[in-house]
């Protein structure tokens, strides 16, 4: 997370045969012999929302990623009351709804899984409330809609809108002509970039330590993972829990050796294994 605390995301368990045994749940083997099967459990839960908010956000309030967020743009007129500024709006609206947006675009595709979040249309809403140009721009920050687009009198006189980004506070003009290609191609842009920005900050906030001083050194003064070996023995588990409040987060397929002793009691290691605090 932001804060360099772990989080659990969506569940997954390894339950073994604890609850077959409990519930006696068996199957019959290929030597007649009845067994226990083996359990696990995935789950994706409203946590994730609780990561998305966390990972994400500032102090303006949610920043969400496009591919997710339930409105996309919300475009803003301003002056709207002058002749023709809602009217433009409205019909920018119906041009952007047409449009596909195509997420996976060079990405490796795999025919036979189509994401339904890979092709979308663009989900966009006019904000004609009687509310003021500064008002509705704070709610859209505050709700972390990716897109605002402003449009007035005077950019009507010069064809054009400006597009403003939620992510990086970044504002562009563009001709009303191209504001269909263009939404769609800063969705993608913003959704890659915000994605980049967080595996930047989680691998910035990721340390390695080869023994228990610098592995408690490192705890004591940052946030974020350490990197560590492990004998695999859960009495160093136990210990490292006790002593630092730290936990063993995810042990990784891609392993690598950054020493050949476990961090904790110097025996020789197993595995490499990502340590935090966690929520
Ligand atoms: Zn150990």
Redesign the pocket.
Same mark, same amino acid.
């Not at 492990?230 to 023995?233: K, N, P, S």
């Not at 002793?261 to 025996?267: A, E, I, N, Y």
């Given at each position: 997370m932001h804060d360099g605390k772990a989080l659990q995301s969506g569940t997954s368990h390894n339950f073994g045969d604890g609850f077959a045994k409990a519930f006696e749940i068996q199957y019959t083997d290929k030597e007649n012999k009845l067994q226990y099967v083996h359990q696990t459990s995935w789950g994706v839960t409203t946590r994730l929302i609780g990561a998305i908010i966390m990972v994400h956000g500032d102090d303006s309030g949610l920043k969400l990623p496009p591919r997710i967020a339930p409105t996309q743009i919300r475009i803003i007129p301003i002056r709207q009351q002058a002749e023709g500024v809602l009217d433009a709006a409205r019909d920018l609206a119906a041009k952007l709804q047409a449009v596909n947006v195509d997420y996976a675009a060079g990405a490796a595709q795999d025919a036979n899984r189509t994401h339904s979040l890979d092709l979308q249309p663009i989900r966009v809403k006019v904000d004609d409330s009687d509310k003021t140009p500064g008002w509705k721009f704070s709610e859209c920050e505050m709700r972390g809609i990716p897109l605002r687009i402003e449009i007035g009198p005077k950019d009507l006189e010069a064809g054009k809108c400006v597009f403003v980004r939620r992510d990086t506070a970044e504002k562009i003009e563009c001709s009303l002509e191209d504001a269909p290609a263009k939404a769609a191609e800063l969705l993608v842009t913003i959704q890659s970039e915000m994605l980049e920005r967080a595996r930047t900050h989680r691998d910035a906030h990721t340390y390695e330590a080869k023994d228990y001083d610098e592995f408690v050194k490192t705890f004591n003064e940052k946030s974020g993972f350490v990197k560590a070996m492990?004998? !695999?023995?859960q +009495? =160093?588990e136990e210990?490292i829990k006790e002593e630092l409040s730290v936990t063993s987060r995810c042990m990784p397929f891609n392993q690598e050796t950054l020493a050949d002793? $476990?961090? $904790? =009691? !110097?025996?020789p +290691?197993q595995k490499m294994v990502y340590w935090g605090r966690a929520y």
């Open positions: 492990w004998c !695999g023995d +009495a =160093c210990k002793t $476990c961090v $904790c =009691c !110097g025996k +290691a």
